[in-house]
């Protein structure tokens, strides 16, 4: 999927939610347990109940990964019914990978070729040679950690490098690899007033943004800081929607909760008037 | 497997080779890319050759990855293979993960409990809260990245953070976390010069070493500025390893590159007569 098309689906659906797949089977409703492949049973259900509400989804792959075999089958299951029966849908595979340069590209290969995700997060420690063999794929997006949304974001992303934050370097010096117009960024919501300073450092890119609900973070803060004339932001969203209720009604209860993000959001896109 | 039972292994096997199962199908000798699973007939056959000279091995999750279901398919066959007939081998998931807290325990449980490895790779950028969970299994072990043997290396790792470099302040940092005995620590090779500074902060951990070889890391330098009394070292190498040979013989080659390094270990073993 092309950035404009992301764009579009944004203005065509007042929505820039994205839903967290971080299906725990200690936490997903008792009664599909029983089910051949009870993760990909649950991710069906909620993703037909709110795939006109949200404009991407997110499936973590630790969750998946935590099963083994049985996990990364249903990963796969959940990809290709996205991709079959809603090719509107940006997917996120939220991996977190990075390695040396012939190990990404393996890595870039799993996520983009094998299973034909249109996004991958990576970890920047590695720095450039580890990233930029996911950026050589046209129209997939590598979405980077800057400045994530847990307590540990302080250990080491804001340390002060030379009177600025490490983060604020990962960002800049992200700017100058090959094909860094594939970057995307990840920046929790829970500290909304960093905002401003990142679109000072990436005005244009997109912004994958953990945090909101749950986590604390504020919608409206965050849009208020953050968005910019593209909207800009992807605003993920996991526990709020998809353990809505543990009880049959489980799908519908995702809806009621996405369709409130949602129609924040549509608020929002409406004040805001952008071009 | 115990730290205490990893250093009895490299005493009595007299090695601290690691070797790395990075499986690439366009790599492998072509005859076997007719049996059912190239990938794990491959590794079983390095590991039979290899074995008695190895203390470790590591598979890098990325090449295995690649080949979606198939591909985690072979790594498990892999790590039960290691597990069921070489049990004194130390084995290392190379997967490189890290997230928020709940997420990174759901790696840990995917590494440690459904495969069954000894230990795993991690990435700091994201602090505690993304390794603490990691730390907590006994007699598991948590190999972080401190400072990487790739050209990207220099991209953030070696930042000057208050007059000291990032991975310092990383390796400092990470000795405050709960359970910080479980730690290991990713050393790239190509920077034996690093190695006495690094002593001073962890002069006791396992330091997982990268790129000997391939990547012109030098074996007796990293050992002279790098080994502690209880050795403290893995030395990784993969290609050198298991692609000596395309033919038929690859098994035999590789045995004969294992040994070749075994045998550069003893006679450094045998020169420092560590405690």
Chains 1, 2 share one sequence.
């Not at 007042?14 to 599909?32: M, W, Y």
């Not at 299951?77 to 190990?103: L, Q, V």
């Not at 249109?118 to 720095?127: C, E, H, N």
Request: hydrophobic share 40%; aromatic share 10%; with cysteine.
């Amino acid at each position: 999927m092309t950035t404009q098309q992301l764009i579009d689906q944004i203005r065509i659906k007042k929505s820039f939610l994205t839903v967290g797949l971080d299906v725990d089977l200690n936490k997903i409703p008792k009664h599909l347990l029983d089910l051949e492949d009870p993760i990909f049973e649950f991710n069906k259900a909620i993703i037909d109940a709110t795939h006109d509400l949200a404009v991407s989804y997110k499936p973590n792959t630790a969750f998946y990964e935590a099963y083994g075999i049985k996990g990364w089958l249903s990963l796969q299951k959940t990809i290709n019914y996205i991709n079959e029966n809603y090719p509107d849908i940006f997917t996120i595979a939220d991996a977190k990978r990075g390695d040396i340069g012939n190990t990404s590209s393996m890595y870039a290969k799993a996520f983009f070729e094998d299973l034909n995700f249109d996004s991958v997060t990576v970890a920047p420690y590695m720095g450039k040679d580890s990233v930029e063999p996911f950026l050589a794929f046209e129209n997939k997006h590598t979405i980077m950690l800057a400045l994530t949304s847990n307590e540990g974001a302080f250990d080491f992303q804001t340390l002060n490098v030379g009177g600025k934050e490490l983060y604020k370097h990962v960002l800049e010096t992200s700017k100058t690899w090959k094909n860094s117009e594939n970057l995307m960024y990840v920046v929790g919501a829970t500290k909304a007033e960093y905002f401003t300073e990142i679109r000072k450092i990436v005005p244009d890119s997109f912004l994958l943004v953990p945090g909101v609900g749950a986590q604390g973070g504020s919608l409206s803060e965050v849009c208020k800081y953050g968005m910019n004339a593209n909207v800009g932001l992807l605003i993920n969203s996991s526990r709020a929607i998809i353990y809505a209720s543990n009880g049959t009604d489980f799908a519908e209860k995702a809806r009621e909760e996405a369709l409130k993000m949602q129609q924040e959001m549509a608020a929002i896109l409406n004040d805001i008037k952008p071009n």
